[in-house]
């Protein structure tokens, strides 16, 4: 049978043992931790194409990171399928091939294709030098602190206000043209006489002169009487 020491020291192995696989766990975590800050994704949207097989497919890349992308594709690929990536960042005028295998699929129905993204995870196992530039550049680019901008507040600054327009003076308005006084008329009396008969008439009338009265009386008798006498009433 063991004895009490050797019991012990079964005891104190096992409580050794238990921190070290602790002290593993949290090593292993923190070490998990640090990878997914190192391999922050960084949304983009690049139009790309990948081979499957023989078949070339029309995608888009959404994100980016050192170790990994997201493609957006509608066409259904089985997990753990190795695939060519070819796309152009900006800036860049040469086609980037990034090689990897798919980790991470996501279906999304085709009725709901235009409010979700479907698509696939790729973990790069072969990329270019160009690749990881890029991804770096984006990196420094998003975690760089933006400069105020001073340029815009002293221009605003030394710019005079502008002074109140003063209000538009009002038009004279024209008036019609003033009608011309009527001629001040006088009351005659007109002695007419029909024409080849024996009937006479006697009309006052008001008018501007002796032939406007004249005329008058003949506008009222007609072509077949004629006047005699106009004289003032």
Known sequence: MPSENDR???EDRRTVDQAESHDERRHDKRRHDSNRRTEARIRKRLPCEFVDGDTRVQGVVLDVSLRGLFVQTHKPVQLGVELAILFTPPGLDKTIEVHGR????????????????????VRIHMAPPEYYDYVASLTSHETEPAKPNTAGAKAAASVEPEKPKAAPKPKKRKLPPRMP??????????QAK???GPRTRSLTVSATSREH????????????WKVVDVEGA
């Open 102 to 121: 798919i980790v991470r699929s996501l279906r999304v129905p085709r009725h709901l294709a235009s409010v979700a993204s479907g698509g696939v995870g």
């Open 194 to 196: 029909q024409a080849g």
């Open 213 to 224: 009265a004249a005329s008058q009386v003949l506008a009222e008798l007609g072509n077949s």
């Open 181 to 190: 006084k009527p001629e001040p008329k006088t009351r005659y009396r007109v």
């Open 8 to 10: 012990r020291s079964g």
